[in-house]
């Protein structure tokens, strides 16, 4: 067994530790939070500590610290944790600026430690399913694609915690809501070379943007057009991931790009949508991209390869994302 433990004991390291305890492999030992209240409900199960240098000096059988505190906050716990020797999981995104998501890389690589971000999104059903025809090269020339996070986040949301929509901890509808659909993106469509966009701050009271729009080139030539907001009302509406090219035309959508909605293929299998949607109706979400995730470091310590969304996945939307901003900031196009 591969033991983990967890660092952030807020909302999402409820998703880690239901995703440890049913992943094969791995058992969850210990956890910590610098606010010993947060610790109470797992006394008694799992070692608690509220200071992760402590919890890696006085745990030596920890391998895997779970890295789940505000986003602003990932840099530093990294390398905290890849100077105990330990391999790290961390939560989108990995960090908030390009200097610290490369240190992350370089830090992890020299202590020899595996780095995985989690980008859970990758092993949903009908993405996997797109992953195979676009692995089998029936889009031909891809001509543009299409990514689309159409998301409600009331000013309540912000307001439960203080770090929620600020710069330096958090960011904004682009670092945290629609940074899922733009790793998909990329890992769909490549590398990107250059992108022109705008971005501002409507309805929300924070200092990040709640409302993005961008248009990108590929380094393969090919065109894309990402709109992300938190600010439709009165609900989600949309999360949708469209590829064109000179042979299929496929959309993955619904409020959490969970069904094919468009699937026209030239020499597809008749009915192929309308089969696949009712095979994943009662579970459209598959087995959970945590626990992906968690499996997947489990087997990558195991047989010493690199994790299946390694840092430099991880760091590739971080890009895009800073890159995005740049051009809203300045007005203008943006070369990466």
């Not at 543009?144 to 770090?163: I, K, M």
Request: hydrophobic content about 40%.
């Amino acid at each position: 067994m591969i033991k983990f433990a967890i660092v952030g004991m807020g909302h999402i390291a409820k998703k880690h530790i239901e995703a440890i305890n049913e992943a094969e492999g791995a058992e969850l030992v210990a956890v910590c939070d610098a606010a010993a209240e947060r610790l109470e409900p797992y006394a008694g199960t799992y070692e608690t500590y509220t200071d992760l240098d402590e919890m890696l000096k006085t745990n030596k059988d920890i391998q895997v610290v779970n890295i789940c505190v505000p986003s602003g906050l990932h840099a530093r716990l990294t390398k905290i944790v890849a100077e105990h020797g330990r391999h790290i999981v961390v939560e989108k995104p990995m960090s908030l600026k390009l200097e610290d998501s490369e240190e992350m890389i370089q830090i992890a690589k020299e202590n020899n430690v595996k780095l995985a971000v989690v980008h859970p999104n990758r092993f949903r059903p009908a993405i996997m399913k797109l992953r195979e025809k676009m692995d089998e090269g029936v889009f031909g020339t891809l001509s543009h694609a299409n990514a689309t996070v159409r998301w409600n986040r009331g000013q309540e949301y912000y307001d439960q915690a203080p770090w929620r929509g600020t710069k330096e901890f958090d960011g904004g509808v682009l670092m945290n809501q629609a940074i899922h659909n733009l790793d998909l993106l990329l890992w769909f469509m490549g590398e990107v070379e250059s992108v022109q966009a705008m971005a501002t701050t409507r309805l929300r009271k924070i200092e990040a943007e709640d409302v993005a729009a961008a248009v990108v080139r590929f380094k393969s030539g090919a065109l894309g057009v990402i709109e992300a907001a938190t600010t439709i009302y009165p609900k989600n509406l949309e999360e949708s991931l469209s590829i064109f090219g000179e042979k299929a035309s496929v959309k993955i959508g619904g409020s959490n790009a969970l069904f094919i909605e468009t699937w026209d293929i030239e020499n597809g299998v008749e009915g192929e949508k309308d089969s696949f949607n009712e095979s994943i109706k009662g579970n459209p979400l598959g087995k959970p991209g945590h626990q992906w995730i968690i499996e997947d470091m489990v087997k990558a310590v195991q047989e010493d390869r690199e994790p299946i969304v390694s840092g430099k996945d991880g760091l590739a939307p971080v890009k895009l994302i800073l890159a995005i901003l740049e051009s809203a900031e300045t007005g203008k196009e943006i070369k990466l």
